[in-house]
């Protein structure tokens, strides 16, 4: 349990986090994340000139994928942004403004529409990924980069990857109390892991 509360240590919560291009939803606003993909977000956002939403990021998202896989959201390594400038990923007349938004993103080293693994550090999935028209999912497991004059990042350290021992571990945790007292209580899951975040914080 204990290296489990320091994984979510190493993130930071985004209310705290401070960028012109970037505003949460308020469900959010509470979730700790990894820093470094929000300073990615952020000078994605900044270079496309775009504003964008952070919609989802650990409350609310199920600890594994469409596809079975255990999900970068739980451990605070992946976002979801459903608006741009205000307006809905999946709004056509918006399409020019999601695009330049995801090319500056595969600018700062994100593979485009791959399914985050171990070899996939730092991902964006967007139009053309099952599941992913309507919003942008960025997700990255490096916690420790430097961003060069010319808006590269480059690494320096890289977390567990999400099929480490240590990241299943959280979701399986996450997953299996928040399903356990969700059922005893009648509440969902993610407010009971919203609630477990809260008590972990009580508990430092």
Do not use: W
């Not at 590269?152 to 990241?167: H, K």
């Amino acid at each position: 349990m204990k290296k489990l509360i320091q994984l979510l240590e190493a993130n930071i919560q985004i209310s705290s986090f401070s960028c012109g291009n970037v505003k949460v939803d308020g469900d959010s606003s509470g979730d700790k994340v990894n820093e470094n993909l929000l300073k990615d977000v952020c000078k994605a956002a900044k270079n496309a000139n775009v504003r964008v939403t952070i919609t989802t990021a650990i409350s609310g998202h199920a600890a594994e994928t469409a596809s079975g896989n255990a999900s970068r959201h739980p451990s605070g390594n992946a976002v979801d942004l459903s608006l741009v400038n205000e307006t809905p990923v999946k709004t056509p007349a918006n399409r020019g403004n999601v695009d330049n938004f995801v090319n500056q993103l595969v600018i700062l080293g994100y593979t485009k529409n791959s399914e985050p693994n171990s070899s996939v550090p730092k991902s964006v999935l967007t139009f053309g990924f099952p599941g992913h028209d309507n919003h942008v999912h960025v997700s990255n497991i490096e916690q420790s980069s430097t961003t060069s004059s010319s808006g590269t990042t480059s690494s320096s350290g890289t977390a567990s990857a999400e099929d480490s021992p240590e990241s299943i571990s959280t979701n399986i945790l996450n997953s299996f109390i928040g399903d356990t007292f969700g059922k005893a209580l009648g509440l969902k899951e993610q407010r009971v892991n919203k609630e477990i975040s809260k008590i972990k914080n009580l508990l430092k």
